[in-house]
Each structure stands twice: as C-alpha cells, then as structure tokens.
C-alpha cells in the first residue's frame, strides 16, 4: 500500500508449522474436530504462502493469534510460543536473536490470549520492532512501537494549522477524498460485476469527482456528506455478489450469508464494530491492519495521530490516520474481494456470538492478515 513501509522478510526457527492432522478421539465432540480440520487448512494454505514468499524473500509482518500466546526472553533471545486455535494442535515456536536479518518489523497479535513482559517490550524498542495487538471486532488495542509518540513539533504544528486554517483544511481533505474515489473506481471495474447498482456507483463517483475539481463543498460537513453518498452507492454495487459456500446442508447458515449485502451491521453501527455479516467482519480486519501500518509509519515520522484534520478526535482516537486511510481503503477493498471471490468459506470459518456478531476463525484472520 502506497503510504506505508513493508515489514522485513521473516526468516523462522524453526521453520514454519502447521497444525498436525488431528485424530478422531470418542471424547472430542464432532463439532470440535470439525473446527479443527477447517483450522488446520487454513494454516495449511498460509503456509503455503510462507513458502512461496520464503524464496523470494518478501517483507511481511509476523502473526500471531489464539490462545496462550507467550513473548519472552530467553538468554538474551526473543523466544515467541504461538497461541492454540484448536485440539491437538502442534505449537508454533519463533526464535530472534540480536541484530540478525530474520526479525520482523512488525509482530501483529489477532485477538486470542496471551501475555508479554516489560523485557520483551525492551527488547522489540531495541530492535525496532513494532507490537501491534488487534482484537476480535477488527480495533486496535494497542501500538508498542519503538518510535515511541514523541512527535516532530514542525510536523505537529503543520497539522494543528492545517486543521485551522479552513482553506488549507479543504484542501487536503478534497485531496484525500478524490484520491479515494478514484481508487473506488478502480475497484468497481476490476472486482465488482455489472448490473444497474454498478452503473449508478459509477455515475455517482465520476459527479462526485466532478463537484470536488469544482471545489463545490464549501466546508467538511458538505464534503463528508458527497462522500458519503458515494460510498453508500459504492458498496450497494457489491450486494447480491455470490459467497461460495460447503457444508452448510450439516451446519446451516443465515440467509443473508450467503451473498453480500449491505454494508451497515444490523447493530446500526458500520465500519469497525459489531459486524454481523462475515464480509463486514473481514473488512474490519483488514481496514485495522492498514490502520496499525499507517499509525506507525505516521508516529516514526514524528506526527500525532490524535490531531486529525478532516476527522474529529475524541478521547484520543487517532484521528489523523483515519485521515491517512481514506484513499487506501479501495484498494484494500480490492484485496478482501479477491479473497472472498478466491475461496469457498464452511460455516466453522465464522462463529456467531451470544449477541449476534460475527467473529473470524483465528487462522483465517492470520492468514488474510498475511495477504494485506
């Protein structure tokens, strides 16, 4: 993603493991060993991944998910036990020494379990390694980052006179805006499928660009309002696409489950919280991921990510990446589709909470991590 740096290429010891075949036994329950087959295939394919990018030495971001997860130093080395998603399963062990090239930029920790130590947290500033915990709704908990947020006061003082400065406020938000329409456009012609949601997206992003070159929104209010609307026609043009679905004769699903729809939870709140359809769960994931990469590379160039300029800020939320986000978030859209469109999904993928909401089986969400 343009904007944000890679992480380094991880080289494991030992070498990457996943989940051993696990055997009938009479005291696991069919829906157990059900859960963990569907575990151990999508480890089997992230793994298959890891290989591929291992020869040709890619920059990705170690992660991390389950239960138990445990980082601590063991002679004056950073011993990493990876968290059990399922029964029986064979527990992953990483190993970083000092100074050497294999250490990720990067460890993200999905949801799950676990604890870390002050010495750890010394030892990953030392290395420049950045922690970034991310929890089941697809929100960051917390960044650990090694850059700390000690903020440049020349970057800090652009933002806060940007922000009120109502010229140059418009100006960087139309820029943001128009470069995440055109990605959005971008996005249609290659992942959507025509039809008359399609066409009326696609007629309301070109006027929406339109009235931006004009410069018609006088102030953030009308500016968020276009976008807004382009947005909602944007997504309706994704309803009704098609989930590829097994398995669901034995373990029914919901209805709405089984295509696209609407982008808004049934809970009334979109985007990051209490998703209720596995796509809007997936999306969360993934727009929380480009979060933590675009909030570290934000803090390591000495901005405060709580001084948004076309977002508001409460409470400390970082508003300014959100800021930072808007023109990335088609493309990573484009990404999660040809994810969803790449694979037939089984029911044990996802699991319905007590309160309706949809949450990701852990290996899925490491290894569409992975991709992004």
Same mark, same amino acid.
């Not at 808007?326 to 589709?337: A, F, I």
């Given at each position: 993603?343009?904007?944000?740096?890679?992480?380094?290429?991880?080289?494991?010891?030992?070498?990457?493991?996943?989940?051993?075949?696990?055997?009938?036994?009479?005291?696991?329950?069919?829906?157990?060993?059900?859960?963990?087959?569907?575990?151990?295939?999508?480890?089997?394919?992230?793994? $298959? *991944?890891? &290989?591929?990018?291992? =020869?040709?030495?890619?920059?990705?971001?170690? @992660?991390?998910?389950?239960?138990? !997860? +445990?980082?601590?130093?063991?002679?004056?080395?950073?011993?990493?036990?990876?968290?059990?998603?399922?029964? $029986? *399963?064979? &527990?992953?062990?990483? =190993?970083?020494?000092?100074?050497?090239?294999? @250490?990720?930029?990067?460890?993200? !920790? +999905?949801?799950?379990?676990?604890?870390?130590?002050?010495?750890?947290?010394?030892?990953?500033?030392?290395?420049?390694?950045?922690?970034?915990?991310?929890?089941?709704?697809?929100?960051?908990?917390?960044?650990?980052?090694?850059?700390?947020?000690?903020?440049?006061?020349?970057?800090?003082?652009?933002?806060?006179?940007?922000?009120?400065?109502?010229?140059?406020?418009?100006?960087?938000?139309?820029?943001?805006?128009?470069?995440?329409?055109?990605?959005?456009?971008?996005?249609?012609?290659?992942?959507?499928?025509?039809?008359?949601?399609?066409?009326?997206?696609?007629?309301?992003?070109?006027?929406?660009?339109?009235?931006?070159?004009?410069?018609?929104?006088?102030?953030?209010?009308?500016?968020?309002?276009?976008?807004?609307?382009?947005?909602?026609?944007?997504?309706?043009?994704?309803?009704?696409?098609?989930?590829?679905?097994?398995?669901?004769?034995?373990?029914?699903?919901?209805?709405?489950?089984?295509?696209?729809?609407?982008?808004?939870?049934?809970?009334?709140?979109?985007?990051?919280?209490?998703?209720?359809?596995?796509?809007?769960?997936?999306?969360?994931?993934?727009?929380?991921?480009?979060?933590?990469?675009?909030?570290?590379?934000?803090?390591?160039?000495?901005?405060?990510?709580?001084?948004?300029?076309?977002?508001?800020?409460?409470?400390?939320?970082?508003?300014?990446?959100?800021?930072?986000?808007?023109?990335?978030?088609?493309?990573?859209?484009?990404?999660?589709?040809?994810?969803?469109?790449?694979?037939?999904?089984?029911?044990?993928?996802?699991?319905?909470?007590?309160?309706?909401?949809?949450?990701?089986?852990?290996?899925?969400?490491?290894?569409?991590?992975?991709?992004?």
């Amino acid at each position: 993603m343009s904007g944000s740096k890679s992480a380094k290429a991880i080289e494991l010891r030992p070498p990457l493991r996943c989940a051993e075949p696990v055997q009938r036994d009479p005291e696991i329950e069919e829906d157990d060993f059900d859960w963990a087959k569907r575990c151990g295939l999508w480890a089997t394919r992230a793994q $298959r *991944q890891f &290989r591929r990018a291992k =020869r040709e030495r890619p920059r990705q971001p170690l @992660i991390l998910s389950g239960h138990c !997860v +445990l980082l601590r130093i063991e002679n004056g080395a950073l011993t990493i036990r990876n968290g059990f998603s399922h029964y $029986r *399963q064979k &527990r992953e062990i990483y =190993r970083f020494f000092k100074g050497e090239l294999s @250490i990720p930029e990067r460890i993200i !920790v +999905l949801d799950g379990s676990g604890s870390v130590s002050f010495d750890v947290l010394s030892w990953l500033a030392e290395q420049s390694v950045s922690l970034i915990r991310i929890d089941w709704r697809g929100e960051i908990i917390c960044v650990a980052s090694h850059s700390g947020y000690a903020a440049n006061p020349f970057l800090v003082q652009w933002q806060r006179e940007t922000r009120a400065d109502e010229v140059k406020r418009m100006e960087f938000s139309i820029s943001k805006i128009t470069e995440k329409i055109e990605n959005s456009i971008t996005t249609l012609e290659k992942s959507v499928r025509r039809n008359d949601a399609w066409n009326k997206a696609m007629e309301i992003a070109y006027s929406t660009l339109t009235k931006l070159d004009d410069r018609q929104p006088k102030n953030i209010i009308e500016l968020r309002a276009l976008e807004a609307n382009a947005a909602a026609a944007y997504f309706r043009a994704w309803k009704g696409m098609q989930l590829k679905w097994r398995g669901i004769s034995k373990r029914p699903i919901p209805d709405s489950w089984k295509e696209i729809g609407q982008r808004t939870s049934l809970f009334h709140r979109a985007g990051n919280r209490n998703a209720s359809h596995p796509v809007n769960a997936i999306l969360n994931y993934a727009y929380t991921v480009l979060q933590s990469q675009l909030q570290i590379d934000a803090i390591a160039e000495g901005y405060d990510p709580t001084i948004g300029i076309m977002h508001e800020g409460n409470n400390g939320s970082a508003s300014f990446i959100f800021d930072l986000m808007e023109p990335h978030r088609s493309l990573v859209d484009q990404k999660v589709l040809r994810f969803v469109k790449g694979h037939t999904f089984e029911p044990r993928d996802f699991v319905i909470r007590s309160d309706g909401v949809c949450r990701l089986n852990p290996e899925m969400a490491r290894s569409l991590a992975r991709i992004l």
